[in-house]
């Protein structure tokens, strides 16, 4: 059996695939909202103020907070998680990243506060803080946004040009007016 495709086959094919991809980049940080990752959590609430850690967290938090002042405020923005098995040498690493926009007592603007967070084999786990870029982190939403954006107007710009054209409302034998 053949099937005929329609010229809109295109427009919704890219429709589909954007929205996945929306929702491939969103779901992790709703996830991640849900569900928070404990160790991250700790660090962020030691990094306030609010706890106080031991061992290498420790140290992590005291050269964050000597360089840039306690942390004021922190308002989760983005989240990542990976996994990654080698076979050869057989180890698991997963890894878990959460991007903050955060205001430090010392600095006036904000800034990006990436936390991650990373697991080997089930036993040894390291956090680290970076600083992160806007653009970089704006760069997550807005291109898959961009995307759906213009196959949203694409499907509806087809759609809306074959309804004006259709040569099927005109009878047969009936003339199509030209100009």
Known sequence: MFTRRSSRTAPILFLVLSSLWVAATIFPLFYSLLFPNLDIEHAVRALEGWETLSGDMAHLVQQVTSSVGRLKRAIQIAAYFSAEY??????????????????FEERPK????????????DSSVSVRTDEGSLLGALRVYLLPAAALAFSVYWFRRKRSFE??????DHGPGVEMPKG
Do not use: G, H, M, N
């Open 86 to 103: 080698k076979v050869r040498a057989p180890r698991t690493t997963k890894t878990a990243q959460v991007s903050y926009l955060a205001w």
């Open 110 to 121: 904000p800034t990006i506060l990436v936390v991650t967070r990373t697991e080997v084999d």
């Open 163 to 168: 309804s004006k054209i259709d040569p099927s």
